[in-house]
């Protein structure tokens, strides 16, 4: 009788015992997986600012460029760009107001027929006045890395200055400058009046280093590529 007591007793610790040890090894699990996505984070940031470290300018003391790269975002459903590709849209009209850069390419999302960046924002800066053969389209932009590398490899382009928001511009400007552009970047503060949308994206820039990192180390190429495109070429001689 007691031996079939102790059986019993044995028998329902076990699969505590199991739960214990199960648990254990899921919170190493948890702890070491957060070590090595705090290193891989810090370690990708650290990367991403110092190979921009020293090309980041104010507008008005940005070195001239032939091109300045537009980095494309949101836009409204009505097609109008977002506040905050407005506000980059209004640095790359300055910057070709004053001679700093003699070309805009515009680097946008146009994944389906409903949604097209490109287009949007070449529409706003014409409207305000800058001349449509100083503009040129690249509608395969999805992303930082994708918008480098094609403005590189596809539009030919070695040196510019890339447009975007501060909290985003020592990403953009890296991965130009390790994608073999000469780049410097001018960065927008005035969508920071957007106080949340801000501070999320500022946010989601840790996670972005450490794709860009990743993407910089395997060397991908960008999801679309094709021929060598002259739009660039003949916006710098219509300047």
């Not at 059986?7 to 957060?34: K, M, N, Q, Y």
């Not at 946010?203 to 060397?219: I, M």
């Not at 021929?227 to 219509?238: N, S």
Request: aromatic content about 6%; overall charge positive; proline content about 4%.
């Amino acid at each position: 009788m007691r031996s079939s007591l102790s059986t019993v007793v044995r028998r329902l610790r076990r699969p505590d015992g199991r739960r214990a040890r199960w648990l254990r090894r899921a919170v190493v699990t948890a702890l070491v997986g957060t070590v090595l996505l705090t290193g891989a984070t810090v370690a990708s940031v650290a990367w991403i600012r110092s190979d921009a470290d020293g090309h980041l300018f104010a507008e008005q003391d940005v070195p001239e460029t032939p091109v300045a790269l537009v980095l494309g975002t949101m836009v409204e459903s009505d097609g109008t760009p977002s506040p905050f590709l407005t506000a980059r849209l209004e640095i790359a009209r300055r910057l070709l107001a004053a001679g700093r850069v003699h070309a805009i390419l515009l680097s946008g999302d146009n994944m389906h027929p409903g949604y097209d960046e490109p287009t949007a924002m070449r529409r706003w800066l014409v409207a305000h006045g800058v001349p449509a053969e100083r503009v040129v389209l690249d509608y395969a932009g999805f992303d930082t890395y994708d918008s480098c590398a094609r403005a590189k490899r596809i539009f030919g382009v070695d040196r510019a200055t890339v447009v975007t928001q501060s909290f985003h511009l020592p990403r953009a400007v890296a991965v130009c400058r390790r994608l073999g552009i000469d780049a410097s970047g001018v960065g927008d503060e005035t969508a920071r009046a957007d106080d949340r949308t801000w501070w999320i994206s500022s946010t989601r820039e840790y996670g972005a280093c450490v794709k860009a990192a990743l993407d910089l180390l395997s060397g991908r190429d960008p999801v679309h590529l094709g021929r060598r495109e002259t739009g660039v070429d003949d916006a710098l001689r219509a300047g």
